[in-house]
Nanobody, 132 residues
Framework: VQLVESGGGSVQAGGSLRLSCAIS????????MGWFRQAPGQEREGIAT???????SYADSVKGRLTISRDNAKTTLFLQKNSLKPEDTAMYYC???????????????????????????WGKGTQVTISS
C-alpha cells in the first residue's frame, strides 16, 4: 500500500489549505485512516482520524479548524485546514491500518484515540509552513 500526500505549502496565518492523500489500494475494509503531524523537536501527533463507520476524532488543538474526509471511492483522504496558525507548522503525514491485523474493537478504539500505533502504512509527508 502506498500513500502520497500533496497540498502542503506556505501560507499566512488565518489562511486555508487542503491536504490530499492518494492511497494505492481500496480502503473500504480499513478500520482507520488519519492525519498526523510532526514539528521539529516534537513527537508525532495524531490530529484527525476517520474510522470505517465514518466517525471522526480530532485533537483539541485543531478542533473546529480542521475537517477530515474521504472521497466516495475511498481512495483519497482529505484534510481541510482553516484559520491556520503559526503553531500548525509541521510535516503532515497520512496513514492507514492493515485490515485484519487487529480486531475491530481494538482498531476503532485506537482510531478514536488517534494512536499512531494503530497505523501500518504511512506516506512520506507534506510540509506545511504558516507565517505570522
Amino acid at each position: 500500500v502506498q500513500l502520497v500526500e500533496s497540498g502542503g505549502g506556505s501560507v499566512q496565518a488565518g489562511g486555508s489549505l487542503r491536504l490530499s492523500c492518494a492511497i494505492s489500494e481500496s480502503v473500504i475494509s480499513r478500520y482507520c485512516m488519519g492525519w498526523f503531524r510532526q514539528a521539529p523537536g516534537q513527537e508525532r501527533e495524531g490530529i484527525a482520524t476517520l474510522d470505517i463507520r465514518g466517525t471522526t476524532s480530532y485533537a483539541d488543538s485543531v478542533k473546529g479548524r480542521l475537517t477530515i474526509s474521504r472521497d466516495n471511492a475511498k481512495t483519497t483522504l482529505f484534510l481541510q485546514k482553516n484559520s491556520l496558525k503559526p503553531e500548525d507548522t509541521a510535516m503532515y503525514y497520512c496513514a492507514t491500518d492493515q485490515p485484519g491485523k487487529r480486531n475491530s474493537g481494538t482498531a476503532m478504539g485506537q482510531c478514536r484515540q488517534r494512536s499512531a500505533s494503530t497505523m501500518d502504512y504511512w506516506g512520506k509527508g507534506t510540509q506545511v509552513t504558516i507565517s505570522s
